[in-house]
């Protein structure tokens, strides 16, 4: 059953905007179908007994869109959300929520790839900074770093626990030189710069601090480089004399072990994840800090915050 186009009003007589599409027996929408909403928006695929349930395309009226699976009026199964910005999440959705594993472009080109939960970023995941390439790999916990990580640059890495979205205990630093510089980053409290906006003046901050301890060389496993034995047999008699055996001879090259090639590092830079503005429900994840590595003596970290973007629930 379906008809040409009808506004519709629920049992209060409250507009419910326009629909076109196929309906069941009790004359809800049920099958495809495409909505108007009061607000402008619109919503074009499945609906089972008069709710958005399946795949389907949801255009709100600012530019944002979200193209995937519905239950029960809520995002839920795989699905693209475009944001009005041009960032995008590409992944999975329970009830409203990015859930399971998902990718998060940001208008910067940055991205995150990895579990999500209620919305943030949740277990084993990449975030990677577009502009200088540097990484981090690892856990993250209600969207900050938690847990054993890394941040991966050109010729260097630092491998080491993160709390609370920063690096805290013992880590060290792996250099392509072949060396590891060993140390811990221990969470100092330093007064506040009194920028506007913040709550009290004098009031302090805690950042990670590196102590060196030692330097160590890294051990490489050798790569052994094989020839094949080459067979060279001797010239053969002449014709009226018997025919002899040829003699083999054997040459070999000496194996020599070649040294793996490690990444290549670069300069430690600061990085800053971009700010994105979602529909309208205000709903963000906390930005991944980034740090500032020297390969000398003491390398020196520096955070940085992003403000995720927030989505409004489109309603019917």
């Known amino acids: 059953m379906s008809d040409a186009g009808s ?13 076109e599409g196929e309906r069941n027996e009790r004359d809800e929408r ?20 008069g709710k958005r349930h399946g795949q389907g395309t949801y255009r709100f009226k600012n530019g944002a869109r979200y193209i995937g699976e519905w239950s029960k009026n809520k995002k839920h199964g795989t699905g693209t959300f475009i944001y009005p910005d041009g960032s995008k999440y590409d992944g999975g959705w ?26 943030v970023r949740h277990g084993q995941g990449t975030y990677l900074y577009s502009e200088t390439g540097t990484k981090y790999v690892g856990i993250w916990k209600d969207g900050k770093r938690e847990g054993q990580g890394e941040l991966i640059h050109a010729n260097h890495k630092y491998v080491g626990p993160w709390k609370d979205d920063r690096t805290e205990g013992k880590g060290k630093y ?26 009290e003046e004098g009031q302090t901050k805690v950042v ?9 060389q890294v051990m490489m496993e050798p790569e ?8 060279k047999p ?16 054997e040459t070999a090259d000496d194996e020599t072990p070649q040294d793996d090639d490690t990444e290549k590092p670069v300069q430690p830079s600061e990085e800053t994840e971009a700010t994105e503005a979602e529909p309208a429900e205000t709903e963000g994840d906390a930005a991944p800090e980034t740090q500032e590595e020297a390969a000398e003596d003491e390398p020196t970290e520096q955070e940085t915050a992003e403000q995720e973007p927030t989505e409004q629930e489109p309603d019917e």
């Open 174 to 199: 792996i250099f392509d030189i072949g060396c590891m510089q060993h140390g811990e980053y221990v969470a100092v409290e330093q007064a506040s710069d009194g920028n506007p906006g913040e709550e």
């Open 94 to 119: 329970v009830e409203d929520q990015r859930c399971g594993f998902g990718k998060y472009t940001y208008i910067n080109n940055d991205y995150y790839e990895g579990e999500w939960q209620n919305h």
């Open 208 to 216: 990670p601090k590196w102590h060196a301890t030692q330097i160590t």
């Open 30 to 49: 049920h099958g495809h179908g495409k909505a108007t909403l009061p607000n402008g928006d619109t919503y074009e695929g499945m609906y089972e007994c």
């Open 234 to 249: 001797e010239e053969a008699p002449e014709a009226e004399e018997p025919a002899q055996a040829p003699i083999e001879g």
């Open 7 to 19: 506004d519709e009003f629920d049992e209060q007589g409250v507009y419910l905007g326009e629909y």
């Open 224 to 231: 052994l480089e094989e020839e094949d034995e080459e067979i």
